[in-house]
């Protein structure tokens, strides 16, 4: 384990994976909080032309001009697909599938081209279809880094334009803020995210990495601040998770196990969350809806009294589950606990008899006024 | 030519397996874009590599019927995940189609990873497909010795077209009016799963030979590109058909001449297309509406300044504001603008001139009173 975590490669993927958790999760909360949670997919489809052009016109696997190359033609994506949306009668959902199939068709036409030159460096070039953080090095780090803090940099910037526009845009185009301006700026450091994550994990995969910890975020907070922070963390600790697990094994390539640890984080979220939680809203509505049998049953024992002319009627279990049809011995075992009830003696052979005692009948007509 | 020396042919296998996807991908997609689920195809075209990685590891089978089945499988699968995710509130559509496919997606490559690091099925044919190869593949078919790639894909291609043949009304109703085909006894959800299930199975076939994100582009671009050229559904899918058949020929021929991806021509020529239809579609295309945007503008040009003119028609002002000048001085016009709107008011008979100043005539009078004093027009109405 001190072995590993000393090792010079894993170090470097294990940082690369965390810098971009963190930064994906940031810009993912924007990207999921304006439902444009796909623009992700159709960016990271649409750098792959702008890979290839930036080794064509360089010869070489530098990240620098590939970065910048996919970045145009990522943020061009984003673009053609806004531009869709606006001036056609196509709905989002098409024009961000027709985008990213068309952009990446494009992209394999280049990337055959390159394949068919005479230029050994191409060799690597497919790897960003899938990712391959194990050829990251502490050059594309650096670099990758630099365009993280710019990123999140410029999102500090503008955070509270930003938040405004995301929130209220009418209200926000009101107080004169540039709303089409924000949208297409926030556009382009998603974008840039992509970017970041296309060595990392590919362009397949970068949709999630983006979706995953803003959805798992937004689970647990209520403010848009801790929303990101809380996104931040949780990609920081699937790429951290990623780069662990792969490092076990040469077969386990690094960015779907990132994308799955993600996965893993939303799952749990969404389950265990406190007040979003699926399982804390199960529990509550049981909590409800047994609150609900408990006044059903008090009220019918409040009126078999008065039918008999005897307050103190002992019903039996029986009849009240009859009244109910279904099995009301959970609901006034707890009644009987909280005092509502008692049980009452009974000839042998027959049920359980129960009677309200008096702060049983006090709630029970209490809720006859209060209904 | 026998018809055996045509299936021997590699490139009319290639061209015929490329156009064959494109219409068995073009016979579903319009319903897809019109139900606003185009992006279920992205996911469902991604995740079902995990579906065929299960089912190779089962059966050992890579192709064939009981692969079209677990892609079919996978398919329903992530679309019930995805509506599940929506359904619970928690997460919106979009990213909920963003979350599943992804980690599927991601589920497949691992297992190919650990399991299948030296047979055929790699992860990159399964994204790019290989269609210059799949003459290579062959089965007897009633003593023909055929392209497995082309068997499946005319099977598949027939199953599309008698499916949108047979549901073509259920289809219709269920896509522009859901409500409606629950009313008639429809089933429109059943429809909708039907659509699904054969856009999974197509996926699948398509894979061998274009791959997962290229079949997205035979899904949803020429449908797209046919939306922007008719409104009838009819029309649509049929010039979506076109639109493929013609790319997949002159992307072939294209990839031929530049020596690069024969899937990815095809795919990209499509887009083609879709600009095509984008810049010049009739009623939807840009060129279309600024000429129709520009024509309003016109008229009401013509229309602002015959209520100028009547504005001022009995007032003092008439020989200042009713002159050629005022158009400018007054209305803000600058002088192109001014003489064509002038030249246009007159060549259509609104206006003419006296001298410097400028009268309208009768028809010009009726078309300024029609926004000035709309009640004439309605006590007119109330006379006839």
Known sequence: MIALLTDYTFQTVAMGAMVLGAVAGVLGVFAVLRQQSLVGDAISHAALPG?????????????????????????????????????TRLKTDAALGAVLSLYFAVGIVLLTYIQGQPNAAQAGLEGFLFGQAAALSRADLGLMAALAAVALGLLALGWKEVKLATFDPVFARTQGLPVLALEIGLTVLIAVAVVIGLQMVGVVLMAAMLIAPAVAARAWARRLESMALLAALFGMTAGLAGALVSAAGPQLATGPLIVLAATVIVAVSLALAPERGLVAAWLRRRAQRRRLDEREVLATLLRLGRDHADPDYPAEQGMVDAYHRLGTAGAL??????????????????????????????????????? | MTLQALFDDPGAMILATGILVGAAAALIGPFLILRRAAMLTDAISHSIVLGIVLVWLVSGAIKGPL?????????????ALVEALARSGRVKDDAAIG????????????????????????????????IGFVWLDTVAVAGFTVPQAVVTMAVVTLVN?????????????????PALAQAL?????????????????????????VGAVMFI????????????????????????LGISVGASLSGYALALAWDVSIGGMMAAMTGVALVFALLVGPRHGLVSTALARAARARENAVRALAIHLMTHETSSERRVENVAEAMRTHLGWNAARAAATLARAEAQGHVKRDGEVLGLTASGRAMAAAVLEPWRRDLALVED
């Open chain 2, 67 to 79: 692969q079209i089945l677990g892609a079919v499988l996978t398919g329903l699968v992530t679309v």
């Open chain 2, 217 to 240: 582009a035979f899904v949803i671009v020429p449908p797209a590109a046919a939306y922007l050229l008719t409104d009838r559904l009819g029309t649509m899918v049929t010039l979506g």
């Open chain 2, 99 to 130: 979350l599943v496919f992804p980690a599927l997606f991601a589920g497949g490559v691992l297992l190919l990873n650990l399991y299948a690091g030296d047979i055929h099925l790699d992860i990159h044919s399964v994204l790019l497909g290989e």
């Open chain 1, 333 to 371: 075992a707890r009644l009987s606990d909280h005092g509502m009830v008692a049980r009452a003696a009974h000839r042998p052979g027959e049920g359980t008899h129960w009677v309200l005692t008096p702060r049983g009948r006090a709630t029970a007509e209490d809720d006859e006024v209060r209904p």
């Open chain 2, 185 to 209: 006894g429809l089933a429109p959800r059943a429809v909708g799963w039907g659509l699904l299930a054969l856009t999974s199975g197509t996926a699948v076939a398509a894979f061998d030979a």
């Open chain 2, 161 to 177: 077209g008698l499916f949108v043949l047979a549901l073509w009304k259920e289809l219709k109703i269920a896509t522009f009016d």
């Open chain 1, 51 to 87: 890979i290839c052009l930036g080794f064509l016109a360089t010869g070489s696997r530098d990240l620098g001009p590939i970065a910048l190359g996919a970045l145009a033609t990522g943020g061009l994506g984003a673009l053609s697909v806004l531009g869709l949306v606006r001036a």
